[in-house]
């Protein structure tokens, strides 16, 4: 089998991994959507007290919360990705199987985070967002080139994301529980990345800070090339320099973790 | 809660879980847990007994890891503050949110908190529930003598989870002492009141989350709309959502009760809906209802329990 048709292989075992669980599909997107409606209406509050906050008009904040319902578990939000499953192969030693495979560890999970990522955008993306676009009024684009921009600013979020979850599943070769470190995650996460509120929200020093960080890419990048707020290529070049900073750092401690890796037994 | 209780599930002949592979702690208790006779309330002292064993040895098992403890503790308490640094971030940017002040926002959120904290504490391993179903579990749950609520809820008890409670405990210590409002002895009272019963609504959103899963299994993610969903909600002021939303929680699922109800009464305000005054006290009978009923919905759960595989 060649290189490529691995991936491939692999990335479909990804997304038919996740598409095998219907209703956890559909419970989880009726979650989002509950929140989204949540969301909403503080979003309305917020924006009737001052209008064109953060660049924004109404309708638009609007589109960001439930782009962000839409991105919740594309972008790995809200729960754990396949950083759990890694941490626990890690722990037990499982690790050495994967390693004398031959096919590269990081290529391979990113294989399989791809394809749970494509699942999850159709599975659990596409609702929430429609329902979104029923009961309220959006600032959603009409051209299909629109559109496009915004898939491959997601494509590219989902790779940042990758990217970070990978860098710090591979910690557990030194911590050995990632429990904290996960946590950690998941919570500069849940707070830079705009989940909370869009990131041109945040006050002075912050805001500047956050839209700097790698975060950014996963939903306030989307949003933005959505909505028309940001430039498509400057966006795409800010989420792939990060897609391959990370990437590449998570190569080093892959290599540096490797060679640490003691097999017990004979 | 455990108090709900109700349940005759199966109970096991004194010799019958020495078959299960594993030894656990409620099983070297399980002398102490068989005890006669079997008056009305032996069943909610059974309950409460086997609550307390199952979350004395989870607590003593957490803290043989002391410095684990302490940072998940403070993961709790930092997570669960990422919602008010959201209300704390909005108000840097506006005065007032669909009319409210920020201490007044900061009361409501606080109430809820402290609310939603106690439940989590106490049976917030209720959602565990549908991955026990699933992967058939429960079975050993049910063999052992003592009430399933009582084991599903201390199960996996996490006193991390006072993370959560302290932080809301911080936020309305904030707003009780800054709000410019009258205190009077009954606003006083009504605070405490409002934790309590809303910990009972939310025990009772829990208990039928849980029963729901027996059905749902996979599903089980639905229940966080209704639990942490509606804790979200209950952070801001009801006049921000729309009317149909705001009748939903008050008569359909009552989470309304745990603190929008009773805290427009302490804060003077009008509430959205055209309600009686008097409404603003009835809280702890709507938790003593919702309790009761989450016992029922509970029992029906247990009673559809088909074990696992094919």
Known sequence: ?266 | MAETEQVNETRATPGSHSSHGSRSPQEAYGEDLWPGPYGPYSRLRDGLRAYRMIAAMWIRSTMAYRASFAMTAFGNFAATSFDFLTILLMFSQVDELGGYSLPEVAFLYGVVGVAFGLTDLVIGSMDRLGSRVRDGTLDTLLVRPAPVLAQVAADKFALRRLGRIAQGLFVLGYAVAVLDIAWTPLKVLMVPMMVLSGAMIFGAVFVAGGAFQFVAQDASEVQNSFTYGGGTLLQYPPSIFAKELVRGVTFVVPLAFVNWVPALYVLGRPYPLDLPTWVAFTPPLVGAGCCVLAGLVWRAGLRSYRSTGS
């Not at chain 1, 929140?35 to 009737?48: H, S």
């Not at chain 1, 004398?100 to 290529?107: E, I, K, N």
């Not at chain 1, 979850?165 to 919570?187: E, K, S």
């Not at chain 1, 869009?198 to 306030?220: C, T």
Request: net charge neutral; glycine share 10%; hydrophobic share 55%.
């Open chain 1, 1 to 266: 089998m060649g290189t490529g048709r691995l991936y491939v292989a692999v990335a479909a075992g990804g997304f038919r991994r996740y598409a095998t669980y219907r209703a956890a599909t559909a419970a989880g997107v009726f979650t989002n959507t509950v929140f989204g409606f949540i969301l909403a209406y503080t979003y309305i509050a917020l924006w009737a007290e001052k209008p064109h906050l953060g660049g924004y008009d109404e309708a638009q904040a609007l589109t960001y919360v439930w782009v962000g319902q839409a991105m919740f578990a594309v972008m790995v939000l809200g729960s754990n990705g396949f950083e759990a499953d890694l941490i626990e192969r890690i722990r037990t030693g499982d690790i050495a199987i994967d390693l004398y495979r031959p096919a590269d560890l990081q290529a391979w999970w990113l294989a399989a985070d791809t394809g749970r990522a494509l699942f999850q955008l159709l599975g659990r993306g596409v609702f929430p967002m429609a329902c979104g676009a029923l009961f309220f009024d959006l600032a959603l684009p009409t051209d299909l080139l629109t559109w496009a921009a915004c898939l491959v600013a997601i494509a590219l979020g989902t790779v940042v994301s990758f990217a970070i979850r990978y860098i710090v599943a591979l910690c557990a070769f030194w911590l050995m529980d990632g429990a904290g470190a996960m946590q950690l995650t998941w919570l500069g996460g849940m707070f830079f990345s705009g989940m909370l509120l869009p990131l041109n929200v945040f006050p002075g020093a912050l805001g500047e800070l956050a839209r700097l960080l790698p975060w950014s890419a996963l939903l306030q990048a989307p949003a933005d090339v959505l909505m028309g707020e940001a430039d498509p290529l400057s966006t795409f070049a800010f989420q792939a320099g990060w897609a391959v900073v990370l990437l590449a750092v998570g190569r080093m401690i892959q290599s540096a973790a490797t060679r640490r890796v003691v097999v017990q037994g004979g």
